[in-house]
Structure formats: C-alpha cells, structure tokens
C-alpha cells in the first residue's frame, strides 16, 4: 500500500499573497501528496494551478498560505473543525487508500491512472479560493463571482490554462453534482465518493453542532 506522505518543514511562504510564485515544493507544504505524482511534469503543472488559484483568488487580493489553511472546509456545513486544505489532503488519502484496496479486491484488472488520480483530488476543488472572497469583517464568505461561476467551472478552466491532461480535467468538472448526468471516470467516481465521504460526515456533525 502507498505510504503517507511525509509532511516537510519547508519555512511558510510569507511573501504577498498577489505577487507570490509558489513551486512544487511550497505547494507540497500544503498539499504532501502532490510528491506522490509520479510524472514531474504533471507535478509541476498541479503546482502552477495552485500557484494562480492562490495568488489570484480572494477577489484578486490573493491568499497567503496561513489565510488558505484557515478556511473552513464547507461554508454549508456550520462550525466544523476541519479545514479546506485538510479536506483536500483527506480527499486524496482517502482515493490512494481507495485505488489500494480496488486492486486487491476486484478478480479483473481495474485501469486507474494514479497519477490522474492524486492530480485530480488535489485540483478538484482548486476554483474555491476563486470562488471564496472575504467581507468587510475578513469573514471568508462566497464572493459574487463564486455566485456567478462554481469552482468546477473555474477549476477546469484554471486547469486548462496550465494544460493539466483532460482526464483530470475530467475529475475537476464531474466531482460535484454538475457531473451528476455524466458517465464518470473510474478515478472520478473515487474521487465523488472521497468527497462526499467527507461532506456528509460534516453535515452530519454540523446539524449537531458537533467540533471533531
């Protein structure tokens, strides 16, 4: 079985969030299983969507990495004690355990593209910082603009600028309920129920008021 990534003690970049350039290796600071991509130019390519998503989301004002890792990990859940960056690596520990356990169990060989699997749970929601803004009280809320366009939309089309592959592409769109009429990939189905794992334990500890 694939081990966890090792979280690195790489110093948190406090650079200006709209003039900060983030590589692989900062964007690994946030997201470990990123060094689980085997192609290092999918990595790199993973690294550049984050870098843009960051840098330009919070209506334009960008986010530092301390911002981004205390946003919660749903506005429509209430006060739930995980956050955004912790759902994503959940996401994709839980697809890596996933992809595991579906070689071992099924008597037929299953085509999972792993690579395209990791990239995706850590792009899937990589339109949110887009889509999130903060008021005038440095509340994270959903901004105007993530009324207007969801982060599937934006993820795809940040995706598509740094020609991420469209079977990850593929991942981004369908994630959510847009892909609920589509015919989703092995790796996208993982990926929906990881999700979805996630989103409806937290709402289920939300209606209960419930912190960890």
């Not at 919070?58 to 004690?81: M, N, P, Q, S, Y």
């Not at 956050?83 to 994503?88: G, P, T």
Request: charge should be neutral; charged fraction near 20%.
């Amino acid at each position: 079985m694939t081990g966890t990534p090792a979280m690195t003690s790489m110093t948190t970049p406090t650079t200006s969030p709209s003039s900060a350039r983030y590589g692989v290796a900062e964007i690994a600071t946030l997201f470990p299983s990123l060094t689980l991509i085997k192609d290092a130019s999918l990595r790199t390519k993973v690294a550049a969507v984050w870098n843009e998503a960051i840098t330009t989301g919070c209506g334009g004002k960008g986010w530092t990495f301390d911002e981004l890792r205390a946003v919660k990990f749903t506005l429509l859940a209430g006060d739930i004690d995980m956050s955004f960056v912790e759902h994503l690596n959940s996401c994709a520990l839980q697809c890596i355990a996933i992809a595991d356990v579906l070689a071992t169990s099924f008597r037929c060989a299953i085509p999972i593209n792993r690579d395209f699997l990791i990239a995706g749970a850590l792009l899937a929601d990589c339109g949110k910082p887009l889509e999130f803004d903060k008021d005038a009280s440095g509340t994270v809320i959903q901004g105007v603009f993530g009324q207007q366009v969801r982060h599937p939309f934006t993820g795809v089309a940040l995706a598509y600028k740094h020609s991420v592959p469209g079977e990850v592409m593929h991942i981004i769109a369908t994630h959510s309920h847009e892909g609920d009429k589509m015919e989703r990939s092995i790796e996208s189905i993982i990926f929906h129920h990881a999700d979805f794992v996630d989103f409806d334990i937290a709402k289920w500890l939300g209606k209960r008021g419930t912190k960890k």
